[in-house]
């Protein structure tokens, strides 16, 4: 079995990894604190481990990737997680991202498509840590209608357009933060749910996301 293991030398380089994403423009000091909290070599395969603190993407299985911290960051800020809110998470993936939503103490929902992903994330070591994370198998278009209304709703995968089911979900006042545009690269969006029919939207960067897919696998 793994041994998990959080040495001086990673908590070093997770230092430079937070004062890194902060140089890029990151400068909520509780997303910058979550991220200094959690020891990403955990999420990784043990051949990553000595780059586990590098600002990339890696893959996790499946032709899925973990995000690189500065977009997990990003995406982070924006949302603009309070404590005890209700978060929807679209692609659990390696579960970084919801350790990450957990850390600022929301109440977390993720959904995951691949069953594969889905179950290797049952073995991680700080599962416990965080009982304010619920883990879904589904299809991240119809959310989690059970659950909702969420305060905020957070999409790691890349959707050709918003998708109308996960706005339902929000509350009023509700933000979704969301990359959407095409294969090879989208534009974050952030949607305020202002009434029942209406929706404002701002424009942020540009990033490059794995594509949200339909349906289980
Ligand atoms: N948040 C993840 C990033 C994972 S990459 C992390 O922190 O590691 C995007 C993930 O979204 C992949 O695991 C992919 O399988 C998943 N995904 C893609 N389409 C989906 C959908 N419709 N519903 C749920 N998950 C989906």
Redesign the pocket.
């Known amino acids: 079995m793994r041994r998990y293991e959080d040495t001086y030398k990673q908590k070093g380089l997770r230092k430079q990894l937070v004062d890194n994403i902060r140089q890029k423009g990151i400068t909520d000091e509780n997303v910058l604190a979550a991220i200094g909290n959690i020891p990403r070599h955990y999420?990784l395969d043990t051949a990553f481990e000595s780059i586990a603190y590098d600002d990339r993407a890696f893959p996790?299985g499946?032709g899925?990737?973990?995000?690189q911290p500065y977009t997990?960051a990003y995406q982070t800020q924006l949302l603009e997680v309070k404590p005890y809110e209700k978060v929807l998470?679209?692609?659990?993936?390696?579960?970084?991202?919801?350790c990450?939503l957990a850390e600022l103490k929301a109440n977390v929902f993720?959904?995951?498509?691949?069953r594969r992903?889905f179950d290797q994330v049952k073995t991680l070591p700080f599962k416990s840590q965080y009982p304010n994370i619920r883990f879904f198998y589904?299809?991240?278009?119809e959310g989690l209608a059970t659950y909702a209304p969420f305060d905020k709703v957070l999409v790691?995968?890349a959707a050709p357009q918003i998708p109308e089911k996960l706005v339902q979900q929000l509350k009023i006042g509700g933000k979704m933060v969301i990359p959407v545009g095409g294969q090879d690269v989208q534009r974050m969006l952030r949607i305020t749910k202002v009434s029942d029919t209406e929706t404002e939207q701002e424009l942020f960067d540009n990033f490059s996301?794995?594509?949200?897919?339909?349906?289980r696998?």
């Open positions: 999420f996790i499946e899925q990737t973990i995000s997990v998470e679209i692609g659990t993936g390696s579960a970084y991202q919801a990450v993720t959904i995951e498509r691949q992903l589904g299809d991240g278009y790691t995968a996301f794995v594509p949200m897919l339909a349906g696998k």
